[in-house]
């Protein structure tokens, strides 16, 4: 995975965003818009993201992980998906010296 790799969530997380915590009013949203300067992520919203992200791709994330600068904008979030699901691939990957050949 290369840095950008977040930008594979930015979809599907801004149509999540936008309907199900902006009630369909993207209001000129984007990957950059300010998620908790604008108020549109709290500590409700967040375990519902939390929970969308883990029904829509399979990635874990604890909500006590995140931090202030993981949810600046929806870029930075999604950066913290491909960083999360770099961690679960390496965990689930087979150890080498167990694998029959």
């Known amino acids: ?10 979809p599907a997380l801004k149509v999540f965003i936008v309907d199900e915590l902006l009630d369909g009013q993207d209001a000129d949203f984007n990957e950059f818009t300010p998620l908790l ?15 969308f992200v883990e029904n829509q791709f399979g990635i874990n994330v604890d909500q006590a992980a995140v ?7 929806l870029a930075a979030f999604a950066n913290l998906l491909a960083r999360a699901g ?11 010296a167990s694998e029959v050949v």
Request: proline share 7%; net charge negative; charged share 25%.
């Open 37 to 51: 300067e604008w108020g549109i992520i709290d500590s409700i919203s967040m375990v519902r993201l939390l929970a």
């Open 86 to 96: 770099r961690s679960v691939n390496a965990r689930n990957a087979p150890d080498a």
């Open 1 to 10: 995975m290369t840095p950008r790799d977040g930008d594979l969530f930015l």
């Open 67 to 73: 931090t202030a600068p993981d949810v600046t904008n």
